[in-house]
């Protein structure tokens, strides 16, 4: 055998399909298969069952997990001790809710990039939790903390989110003085059985049962709200990206969440991505600070 058909294994295994493996790897479909099948050639047994839902692990394959991800640690420690004086270094992927990374991780990336050269950083935003088990990303943030898998986890900032209008469309309906005031306004939410996340349930805080409009994407819903569609539970951090935008009933409807970072048990070993992932804390903590500190005052929803 050799490492890198281990890690072409590895990917194949995570992914559960040759295509998406190959996306991940920089490799077309086809020669992932071949290098799998010289893999179950070397150790003699099939590690894969082509199914409808794609390649699962045979019992062989299953075995050969715990190995493989022992060599995936050792060179990927091999390639950290030869660049640690280099600086921080090497891709950097990261997975976030699209409200992190729209409003927060493009500012961060930016500053983490003109600090480290030779970083490269990918932000992948998702409408459901990263899965770190199958490596779709080196460190994810998160909205609560996980319950379940071998993962490390550590709270991140607070953030706030209110009931935001545009002032054009605040400007076309009645004044909001209190929650009942809410009643004949369009609401925008997320569609309810698209809710990945218990902590995402905002709409119920304004006692509005139905929304008008709704999406599954945080930064859809504030482009919704900013184009003077209706009012929506907002992020504050987001709001001085979205001129005219502006927060009503602060006092009745104010929702206090929390980011969460998480990581592979297996990576505390990195000291590299415990640089990486101390700084990329560091910037998230300092955004918000920062973006929610531009907030003009809220209103009584009159323009």
């Not at 839902?53 to 030869?82: D, F, I, M, S």
């Not at 490596?135 to 607070?158: C, F, K, N, Y």
């Not at 005052?297 to 323009?303: E, S």
Request: charged fraction near 25%; include cysteine; glycine fraction near 8%.
């Amino acid at each position: 055998m050799d490492w890198d058909d281990l890690r072409i294994f590895l990917a194949v295994a995570r992914a559960e399909s040759l295509s998406a493996a190959g996306r991940r790897l920089a490799m077309d479909a086809s020669t992932v298969g071949r290098r799998v099948a010289r893999l179950e050639g070397a150790v003699g047994a099939a590690l894969f069952l082509k199914t409808p839902q794609g390649y699962q692990l045979t019992a062989e394959g299953a075995r050969l997990v715990a190995p493989a991800e022992a060599a995936e640690q050792a060179a990927a420690a091999a390639a950290e001790g030869v660049r640690a004086d280099a600086g921080l270094t090497g891709q950097l992927r990261i997975g976030a809710p699209d409200g992190c990374a729209n409003y927060l991780l493009p500012q961060v990336a930016r500053d983490l990039c003109e600090a480290h050269p030779g970083l490269e950083i990918q932000i992948v935003a998702l409408p459901r939790v990263v899965n770190l088990t199958r490596r779709e990303a080196d460190m994810a943030i998160a909205v609560s903390p996980p319950d379940t898998g071998r993962l490390v986890v550590q709270r991140l900032t607070d953030y706030q989110l209110h009931l935001a209008g545009h002032e054009d469309y605040l400007a076309r309906h009645h004044p909001l003085r209190d929650l009942a005031d809410l009643q004949g306004h369009r609401m925008i939410s997320y569609i309810p059985d698209m809710i990945f996340d218990r902590e995402l349930d905002y709409l119920s805080a304004t006692g509005v049962e139905i929304a008008q409009i709704s999406s599954n994407s945080v930064a859809v819903q504030m482009q919704a709200v900013r184009a003077g569609a209706g009012l929506g539970i907002v992020h504050d951090f987001a709001i001085p990206f979205a001129p005219g935008v502006r927060r009503v009933l602060a006092d009745s409807i104010a929702l206090r969440r929390s980011f969460w970072m998480i990581r592979h048990a297996d990576d505390r070993a990195s000291r590299r991505l415990t640089l990486l992932a101390e700084a990329l804390a560091r910037g998230i903590r300092a955004e918000v600070a920062r973006l929610e500190g531009l907030l003009p005052p809220a209103g009584d929803g009159r323009a």
